[in-house]
């Protein structure tokens, strides 16, 4: 039988096995591959066919009782508790009785091993059209811990030694204590539960491990697992193991054995040879009662080549359909196989429930991942997701190999389902109320109450999606904060324990990647992830992770991966003691990546030029050995790297717990706080791309009145909020804009003139990764005078074009009076032979500078509207006149096809006959 995706190696970090009382000069763990074992002539009494392997020797006990004793200690009750996720109020007691304690230890899971292969070692480059590769290097975690940090591992040999990398000859020690009826090893744990009075079921996760696999499947070492509700008593006949009440059982309904070997496969994911997948056994219980189960893994045939048994999250629950024996969860994701193939149906408090996973795509042999997410709306303002920003997570799931459904409404597409199908039916997304703060801070500092979460979720969260989905509100802002304070982005119920209820909390921004990065991030935290993978060291320049808050809404330049991901690589560990500054991130070739740190622990994140050299102390020198912090505090630490992708908690909360009696926290403590709009504005980076001339006044304005300007500009990431503005006015001087963010940023900007005249104003935009000067923008200021500008001609003036000498008679009168927005008057030119009539409509500028006053108008043109006239007009002896005439709709005074009438052709007005002006100051 082929292995199982989630067999795979993981070698992230080391084991946490939690022995007590080692004595001075005793033995510590060898993290590499004990010795083999010298093959002895023994001869299987009952050989299975063909050529049976020979068996290893037992192991050497040391001298005397008392140095056996000395060599391990059980865990405490509270370990064993904790391990197996029982809470205080159903825990009674726990008891290995005569076992020897080397049997029983808790592990989290993660092989004693080197770390990853080449943790220094460059990042695969992945390509969009390979979904899988991403998947393949990240690996697929170990299935247990199946929830919390830790889970409980009893062997026939030392249980400490469950994560070593296989053995050669196979692991084998031979215990002291319990024997069986054979005289084999044997290991036996009782545990008393107390069942809350709503308990109809008893769960847990269990896989069973052997080193017998596959050589001696079918003959007499018929190791065996047995979890018995009620009594412990059990025999051995004809080479098995009778135990009454055992539902720890494999999917065919048999004891978990070795010969049962249709349900185990080739193990690399431990010291062990060969493994069942991770299986759920039940058990049906009458509620209010003390409860007892026996836990037992024992050798049959002699005590060599150990078998083990992988024990985690027991659980009691309200299901009364339970079913006495075990259920596979072939790829670990939380959702047993039975589910995902024929649909999830439940009893609680008297009715019946289904939930329809095949249809919305569920597949037992692939990680799916569920959310619902409801969101507030009312008539004028909704916080419904952006389909492209959900869209973006779903596919950066799908290359690490995982579904991520997401039922956000009835028209979200089921992406897994058939093909280009909608949720439609079986979604059960919903509207909100809207409202400006949703919850409140709870008692605790940095802490939060989940009352308001759990109102809403009790009257629009389907009870049966409890245990199969993540529950999600969209809302304005959470708790009200102090004037100053940013509001946080999100918040997630369980975070390095995992949890199934979060929060996507966006005010009134809606900036492109603000979404999805939160989005992400708190789901992160509902897999298991703190803000540094696996803790909460927040932007570790070696963490390439939305749960970085210096990569929440932008992974660093060069990153290959898809815009928004969780790591997918463990970069080597960065010693904020002992920085070499030519090594950089430790990346063996330079991929373009520039990672994102602070110098000194200080201030927004500083990109690096590039993936090898980095100035970690930013004092423009290259160093071997520099010591500063470069994350987002001031402490010297070693700092992490992590494969989140790896490493994620499927089980969190209530997932994969029907019915459970599951007491979700009231109230939450962030490690610190959660990520706002400011680090958003922080972080997000991006260049300015401005292409359009300023927006300025078409009218002439008065000297002394403000003048106001606007621009919009376009950003490569984010929504312009991070931006900075200048304007320049053409008249020397320069003033700060004021920008506003969204998905089409402007800046805005005012100005008052003190000399009239006509000036070039150009704004300049400045982002983190580069800088625009907009195209410049014309603004015409008049004097702000009571001068009155008037004219009468009747004469030759020469026109421009193919046009022959005309008689143009031009009549002005003029004035500015105050207490008016603009001057007064009107205007009227007639050129006879072009046959043109232009009358002024309005009147919106009159300029007088010292014998030279300017008019502008609106005017008609053979009673067409929609034409402008300047007439410039000049004291003097001889007097001089110009008259321009144009269409603005085809360019300015200046633009040959735009002009209709020009009577000089040139830039200065030309010697006017008979021509009255009176130009008065």
């Not at 037992?296 to 150990?306: A, E, K, P, R, Y």
């Not at 940023?745 to 983190?768: E, I, L, N, R």
């Amino acid at each position: 039988m082929p292995a199982r995706p989630w067999l795979a190696v993981a070698t992230s970090a080391t084991l946490a096995v939690l022995l007590s009382a080692l004595p001075a000069g005793a033995a510590t763990l060898d993290p590499a591959p004990a010795p083999g074992y010298p093959a002895l002539p023994v001869s299987d009494p009952t050989p299975p066919q063909d050529q049976a392997p020979a068996r290893p020797a037992p192991d050497t006990a040391p001298a005397g009782p008392a140095a056996r004793a000395a060599a391990a200690a059980a865990p405490s009750d509270d370990e064993i508790a904790a391990a197996l996720d029982i809470p205080s109020s159903w825990f009674v007691s726990a008891s290995i009785g005569q076992s020897d304690p080397r049997g029983v230890a808790v592990s989290d899971g993660v092989p004693i091993s080197a770390p990853d292969p080449g943790p220094d070692g460059p990042i695969v480059p992945m390509g969009a059209g390979d979904p899988g590769a991403q998947a393949a290097a990240a690996g697929d975690p170990l299935p247990f811990p199946s929830r919390g940090e830790t889970f409980l591992v009893m062997s026939t040999g030392d249980a400490s030694r469950a994560m070593l990398p296989p053995v050669p000859s196979g692991e084998s020690t031979v215990l002291d204590g319990l024997d069986n009826e054979q005289g084999n090893d044997k290991v036996q744990l009782e545990l008393v539960l107390q069942a809350p009075q709503d308990a109809r079921c008893l769960a847990m996760d269990v896989a069973f491990l052997s080193e017998e696999y596959p050589d001696f499947v079918g003959g007499s070492y018929n190791d065996a697992f047995t979890a018995q509700f009620g009594s412990g008593d059990m025999w051995i006949v004809n080479g098995a193991v009778d135990a009454p009440g055992n539902f720890a059982r494999d999917s065919q309904g048999n004891p978990l054995t070795v010969n049962a070997s249709f349900d185990l496969q080739d193990s690399t994911a431990s010291t062990y040879d060969g493994s069942t997948a991770r299986l759920r056994s039940a058990t049906p219980v009458l509620g209010g009662r003390e409860v007892k189960v026996f836990l037992t893994i024992q050798d049959l045939g002699d005590s060599v080549l150990d078998s083990a048994a992988f024990i985690d999250n027991v659980f009691f629950s309200e299901d009364a359909l339970c079913r006495f024996g075990s259920t596979e969860d072939s790829d670990g994701d939380g959702l047993l196989d039975e589910w995902e193939e024929n649909g999830f149906a439940m009893t609680v408090g008297g009715e019946q429930w289904f939930v329809d996973l095949p249809a919305m795509g569920a597949d037992p042999r692939t990680k799916d991942v569920f959310v619902e997410i409801d969101y507030m709306s009312d008539a004028t303002h909704s916080h419904a997701p952006d389909p492209a920003e959900i869209a973006d997570i779903v596919d950066s799931f799908a290359r690490s190999g995982i579904h991520l459904h997401v039922d956000y409404g009835r028209f979200a597409p089921l992406t897994y389902g058939q093909p280009g199908a909608v949720w439609g039916s079986l979604s059960q997304a919903d509207q909100i109320p809207h409202t400006e703060h949703f919850g409140s801070s709870g008692f605790l500092t940095n802490s939060y109450s989940w009352r308001a979460f759990d109102a809403v979720k009790r009257d629009n969260f389907d009870p049966a999606r409890a245990a199969l989905f993540h529950y999600n509100l969209w809302v304005h802002r959470m708790e009200e904060k102090p004037a100053g304070q940013g509001y946080p982005s999100g918040r997630s119920r369980g975070v390095l324990e995992g949890g199934s209820d979060f929060i996507v909390s966006l005010g009134n921004n809606i900036s492109r990647g603000y979404q999805a990065g939160t989005f992400m991030h708190e789901l992160g935290h509902n897999l298991g992830l703190g803000h540094g993978g696996s803790d909460h060291v927040n932007g570790k320049p070696n963490y390439l992770s939305v749960m970085n808050y210096d990569h929440q809404f932008k992974l660093p330049v060069g990153y290959p991966g898809p815009r928004f991901d969780y790591s997918f690589v463990r970069l080597a560990d960065l010693d904020e003691h002992d920085l070499d500054e030519n090594v950089g991130i430790g990346l063996t070739a330079d991929l373009g990546l520039r990672p994102r740190f602070h110098c000194n622990g200080q201030g927004q994140p500083v990109t690096a030029p590039k993936s090898q050299p980095v100035d970690w102390d930013c004092d423009g020198n290259l160093e071997s050995s520099v010591s500063t912090s470069v994350n987002r505090d001031s402490e010297l630490d070693v700092l992490h790297g992590h494969n989140d992708w790896r490493n994620l908690v499927f089980t969190g909360g209530a997932i994969g717990m029907p019915g459970a009696i599951v007491d979700l926290p009231e109230e939450t403590v962030d490690p610190e706080p959660e990520a706002t709009y400011e680090t958003y504005l922080e972080v997000v980076g991006g260049a300015p791309e401005v292409t359009a001339a300023p927006t300025l006044p078409t009218s002439p304005v008065t000297v002394g009145t403000e003048v106001a300007a606007s621009a919009t500009f376009s950003v490569t990431e984010g929504d312009g909020g991070n931006m900075t503005a200048q304007w320049s006015w053409g008249d020397g001087a320069v003033s700060d804009g004021v920008v506003t963010a969204g998905h089409a940023p402007a800046v805005t900007g005012t100005h008052v003139y003190t000399t009239p005249g006509t000036y070039q104003v150009s704004v300049t935009v400045v982002g983190p990764d580069g800088t625009a000067t907009s195209p410049a923008g014309t603004v015409t200021v008049q004097g702000a005078t009571t001068s009155r500008a008037s004219a009468t001609a009747a004469g030759v003036l020469r026109t421009t074009g193919n046009r022959t000498a005309d008689v143009v008679h031009v009549a002005v009168d003029a004035r500015t009076v105050p207490g008016h927005s603009g001057p007064l008057g009107a205007s009227l030119v007639r050129a006879t032979n072009a046959k043109l009539t232009v009358v002024g409509e309005r009147i919106e500028r009159l300029d007088v500078t010292g014998a030279t006053a300017v008019i502008e108008s609106r005017v008609l043109v053979n009673g067409r509207s929609g034409y402008r006239q300047r007439i410039t007009l000049v004291d003097g002896f001889p007097a001089r006149t110009r008259i321009q005439v144009w269409d603005p709709a085809s360019g300015g005074p200046d633009v040959p096809t735009a002009v209709l009438l020009d009577t000089t052709g040139g830039a200065a007005p030309a010697p006017s006959l008979g021509v009255l002006i009176d130009v008065r100051d």
